[in-house]
């Protein structure tokens, strides 16, 4: 017989402290530090690249207001039109909860080309083949924050590091999923770095970011197995909305890696 004292009881408070109605929560402090070291980490690969340095600020910017918009509305969209369609002053209100990584992907995706079209004059796949490397750090410690905030776990389970999530009035053990893509975001993190720094990945466009889609999306759609539905409407489905939306990024990333390592190398020439 299993007994309840073989698992991980799991209560901690979301929020760190708070200062009159000012709030510093575990979610934000992981989610401000993941894009301030991916900021330092992606600008020290920029300046080894001897690009123009204007290009790192605003990069960052576009890349800040892209992932919280595009969560964001993500979120609104693919998960909560329901509730959202009837209380539209609630979009605006981040603070609540409710960002979703697809979103947050597109955004990215959608600033990206902005800022490549406006700012670097260089290709899109140039820019997303650096910008995916701190990318997957930063996602990492979202998924931390996520446990932090005992949010988007899993099923009930029976392994030894089953988490208890009493904040949320649970019993019994379930898959700490936020661990689980955390790790794999981390892996991640560590192959690209690899890429980047020890091969000539980052002169095949497009494979840096095709490596980033298939293991970050293919991690996200085996552990949405194990994982709770977030919304009702996804009970009863095959497959959930966050495995629909995974698969074509995984499929996107197939074809990125095919037609980078089949393309001749791309050497730019830096300090436009």
């Known amino acids: 017989m299993i007994h309840i004292l073989n698992f991980i009881h799991w209560n901690v408070n979301p929020e760190i402290f708070h200062i009159g109605s000012l709030s510093v929560r575990w979610y934000g402090l992981l989610f401000a530090s993941g894009f301030l070291i991916g900021y330092y980490i992606g600008e020290y690969m920029l300046k080894s690249e001897k690009v123009n340095p204007k290009w790192i600020d605003s990069l960052f910017f576009y890349l800040i207001i892209a992932t919280v918009v595009g969560a964001r509305l993500g979120h609104v969209f693919f998960y909560g039109w329901e509730y959202y369609s009837q209380h539209p002053a609630e979009i605006f209100k981040v603070w609540h909860g409710g960002l979703a990584s697809h979103g947050g992907a597109i955004g990215i995706l959608v600033a990206l080309f902005i800022h490549s079209k406006v700012v670097t004059k260089r290709t899109m796949l140039w820019t997303l083949d650096r910008v995916v490397v701190p990318t997957a750090l930063v996602a990492a410690f979202i998924r931390t924050g996520n446990l932090m905030n005992s949010e988007i776990y899993g099923i009930q389970t029976s392994l030894p590091w089953g988490f208890i999530f009493e904040r949320n009035g649970e019993t019994l053990a379930k898959h700490p999923t936020q661990i689980y893509e955390a790790l794999a975001y981390l892996l991640t993190f560590g192959v690209l770095m ?68 089949k393309k001749p190398e791309q050497i730019f020439n830096n300090r436009q």
């Open 194 to 261: 690899y890429l980047y720094w020890k091969t000539n990945s980052k002169n095949r466009p497009g494979l840096l970011m095709g490596v980033f889609f298939i293991m970050v999306f293919a991690a996200r759609f085996f552990i949405e197995f194990i994982k709770e539905d977030q919304e009702a409407f996804e009970a009863g489905m095959a497959l959930n909305m966050g495995q629909w939306l995974s698969i074509p990024f995984v499929l996107t990333g197939i074809f990125l890696v095919i037609r980078a390592i």
